[in-house]
């Protein structure tokens, strides 16, 4: 400390330098309304029309359940049987890996769900349960008839903005379902000599894969995959087996497949009128102005390709509420350091008071420096922090200017009065500080 003193120009090189790194960290470190919360656990909802709940138990939970033990890295499981619908909720341990163990849970739901009654919808398997979407959008048409026949526009949409950097996907609801049909003819399979258990057997061979695990590339993990059927000619071209010649018959000679349009599980309007929602959701870490900024000008040129009888609304951007926390921060700031400059004057010299103003910005910029290696972004949690250290921030300034201004009036000179006014007090201020610092310290064993 006393060399600071002595060597002022070279206190307040360093000063500068740190003032300026807090600065540059201050525009890096992501913005977002709330603090990132992720959840390590997944659900496994089914709808099962007109069921009771024991139906739904018997029918469709409990033999999910049965399958899905013994999955290592799930740590517990639980599950819901209600009126029409099940959910089974899977808990995983704090070191599984995530990506592992879905893979085998979405292997095993698709081996069962193919047991099931035709009146039981496809499960739905969430894996990546995280808060805060980054904007919501409404299409919006009076004919909900016209909103049904974007399925290709919003798949097109889909594409284009989950290809953003930072966009971790998109959810679109109140779209008409399609479901991939299979018809087979029984007098070209009789001629052909095929039977049934063939043709399930080759659709399963193709459709029905296993998880190939993952490998590195280029420092992220890629997960493997079989190539997939992309187009209905494609698919007409399943081998299926050999008829009574040896010649190869395809799924083509003994049937027709096609895409049939299914009744849609969301209804949406908005203010009267037949909508489509778009949520996109922010990938993990990203700075929340900027990336709003990529798909405002994604969504702007894309938007073009809409008819005229739809329209594109904003229903909810979470860039709204940053840009509003940090204006209220701003001035809030602004207030703070004209309170004190008034305040202090009423028993400081005009110099100090300057002196303890400045303490605020200063001290609030070097506490930015840390940030990015403690994985800490800017939301309303750590603003508040700001604002707590701020008033300590206040009162331990005021408190060594005022015992060096009563140090001078004792006679010593600039420099004497500057370190025995410090050393008198500092083990005061330390002991307040940590005092503060210990009463929120349990707020970091707090778990979700």
Known sequence: MEMTIKKPKITLIFLALLVLIGTITFFQLPKREIPEFTFN???ITTIYPGAT???VERNVTVPLEEALKGIEG?????SVSGAGASTIVLQLGDNSDKMIVFGKVRNIVSQVSATFSEEVFTPTIREDIQMGALSSYHLLSENRANLYTLNETVEKWQKQIESINGVRGTIVKGLL???LVISLDSEKMVSQGIFFPQVLDGLTGEFDTIPLGRQQNDGKNVQLAFQSYKSIPEIEEVFIGLTRENEKVFLKDIGTVEIRNVKPRDYITFNGTPALSFTVLPDKGVDIPSLQKKVDEKLASVRQELPEQISLELFYTQNTIVEQIFKDLSISFLISIFAVVIITLLGMTITSAIIVALAIPTSIILGLIPLPYLGVDL???SIIGFIIALGI???????????????????DGPLEGALKGTREVRVSIITSTLAVVFTFFPLLFLTC
Request: no cysteine; charged share 35%.
């Open 41 to 43: 656990i997944g659900t």
């Open 53 to 55: 709940p024991e139906e």
């Open 74 to 78: 799930v740590k517990e499981m639980t």
């Open 177 to 179: 379902e399609q479901e």
């Open 379 to 381: 939301n309303q949690i």
């Open 393 to 411: 921030l206040v009162d331990d300034a005021i408190v060594v200017n005022d015992n060096i201004q009563r140090r001078y009036k004792l006679g």
